[in-house]
T-cell receptor, first 113, second 113 residues
Framework: DQQVKQNSPSLSVQEGRISILNCDYT??????FLWYKKYPAEGPTFLIS?????DKNEDGRFTVFLNKSAKHLSLHIVPSQPGDSAVYFC????????????FGSGTKLNVKP | ETGVTQSPTHLIKTRGQQVTLRCSSQ?????VSWYQQALGQGPQFIFQ???????GRGNFPPRFSGLQFPNYSSELNVNALELDDSALYLC????????????FGSGTRLTVV
């Protein structure tokens, strides 16, 4: 049962433009959400997170938006750079089990120069 | 800060065999989690260890077992290997005093033939 879904397996964006990666979830009890970036032959790297009490969190070029009523979150990258090309995973956790994460299947972002 | 290291990087085993995967957690991180990532999928939670005790388990059979040692290293053992166990196995650690996202290792690619 896939509780976190990333319905776009890939996304291609021109350098300098905005990249928007989307993630949907089914469990309304999820309390904490993260985005990870993964390069080939490396482990996932933590990118940005958001608590369910917020609807936006910003860190430099990266912004995560959370819409609890729609059970949807998105990651915006502005401006996109070729070095951002990677697989992006969203993940969610339940409040009472903070260290167990449910991951989406990932979106492969390609930023073209 | 030494990061999370996993060994071996690649491994080929025969169905029915047993395998041990190793992880050395980031210094000071007393919580370690193991994830299985099948091809084209996101990581799936196997189990977590905190202070050498299992502290949460995902939907994996008992033939998946683990150990955590006082020196921040840990092991994932899989008995009676099946073809579907072929995957990337990721180790992730985190410390106490707040949550800042897991630190993942680069993983062990296990192929069962």
């Amino acid at each position: 049962d896939q509780q976190v879904k990333q319905n776009s397996p890939s996304l291609s964006v021109q350098e300098g433009r905005i990249s928007i990666l989307n993630c949907d979830y089914t469990n309304s009890m999820f309390d904490y959400f993260l985005w990870y970036k993964k390069y080939p032959a490396e482990g996932p790297t933590f990118l940005i997170s958001i608590s369910s009490i917020k609807d936006k969190n910003e860190d430099g070029r990266f912004t995560v938006f959370l819409n609890k009523s729609a059970k949807h979150l998105s990651l915006h990258i502005v401006p996109s750079q070729p070095g951002d090309s990677a697989v992006y995973f969203c993940a969610a956790s339940l409040q009472y089990n903070f260290n167990k994460f449910y991951f989406g299947s990932g979106t492969k972002l390609n930023v073209k120069p | 800060e030494t990061g999370v290291t996993q060994s071996p990087t690649h491994l080929i085993k025969t169905r029915g065999q047993q395998v041990t995967l190793r992880c050395s957690s980031q210094s000071g991180h007393n919580t370690v989690s193991w994830y299985q990532q099948a091809l084209g999928q996101g990581p799936q939670f196997i189990f977590q260890y905190y202070r050498e005790e299992e502290n949460g388990r995902g939907n994996f059979p008992p033939r998946f077992s683990g150990l955590q040692f006082p020196n921040y290293s840990s092991e994932l053992n899989v008995n009676a290997l099946e073809l579907d166990d072929s995957a990337l196995y990721l180790c992730a650690s985190t410390g106490t005093g707040g949550f800042y996202g897991y630190t993942f290792g680069s993983g062990t690619r296990l192929t069962v033939v």
